[in-house]
């Protein structure tokens, strides 16, 4: 099994920042791609940021230039610095990380979740 725990969300002022962090525990060795969703309310889960195991990272247009995504493979934890926060990034960010099946390894499933975060901005 996988469990991530989430960190770093808050309340903050339109055009500050917020580190968010997410730990990895558990069945880790096979950890692949990490990264982040969020939700608004009434809205669908949208993809914000990966990150690969070596460390490439891919944004949604609505955050590039604004956030980075990083990872430290030592800690089994990846970081979203959020900067020029806007009211619109007002969401439940949610860590994921993808796991690589293994021969004799753990079984299923192979997609896990963190608990959420919120962060909220305001105007």
């Known amino acids: 099994q996988v469990q991530l725990v989430e960190s770093g969300g808050g309340l903050v002022q339109a055009g500050g920042s917020l580190r968010l962090s997410c730990a990895a525990s558990?069945?880790?060795?096979?950890?692949?791609?990490m990264g982040w969703y969020h939700q608004a309310p009434g809205k669908q889960r949208d993809l914000v940021a990966t990150i690969t195991r070596g460390g490439t990272p891919n944004y949604a247009d609505s955050v590039k230039g604004r956030f980075t995504i990083s990872r430290d493979n030592a800690k089994n934890t990846i970081y979203l610095q959020m900067n020029s926060l806007k009211p619109e990034d007002t969401a439940v960010y949610y860590c994921y990380a993808d796991r690589r099946p293994v021969l004799g390894g753990p079984p299923g499933p192979y997609k896990h979740w963190g608990q959420g975060t919120q962060v909220t901005v305001s105007s």
């Open positions: 558990g069945s880790i060795s096979s950890l692949t791609n």
